[in-house]
């Protein structure tokens, strides 16, 4: 069983910054879990940001977000986090933090998820 807590969304103007974090609750070593970050607006499917292997050795991104957000994890403290730089409004979505057996950018591909935070950048 895994549980996920988003945290650190907020409203922020376009050309900022935020930091979501994801606190995981697990019952084997987080490090056994490839994280993902996915986002989504209403009316709209979900959709594919970020993802990290379990080890942080390897990454992931949409190319909408290559090059402004950054995925990291720390297992110690079985936290994934996710970097976001030059916001845009079209960044505006619910975030979702996800885990799973193996890293992906398929929804399926991801057994857990959290409830979502969410983030709105104004123009």
């Known amino acids: 069983q895994v549980q996920l807590v988003e945290s650190g969304g907020g409203l922020v103007q376009a050309g900022g910054s935020l930091r979501l974090s994801c606190l995981a609750s697990v019952g084997r070593t987080f490090s056994s879990y490839a994280m993902g970050w996915f986002r989504q607006v209403p009316g709209a499917d979900r959709e594919f940001v970020a ?52 890293r992906g950018k398929s929804l399926s591909s991801y057994n857990y998820w959290g409830q979502g935070t969410q983030v709105t950048v104004s123009s």
């Open 51 to 102: 993802a990290i292997s379990g080890s942080g050795g390897s990454t992931d991104y949409a190319d909408s977000v290559k090059g402004r957000f950054t995925i990291s994890r720390d297992n110690a403290k079985k936290m994934v986090f996710l970097q976001m730089n030059s916001l845009k409004p079209e960044d505006t979505a619910v975030y979702y933090c996800a885990a799973s057996w193996v």
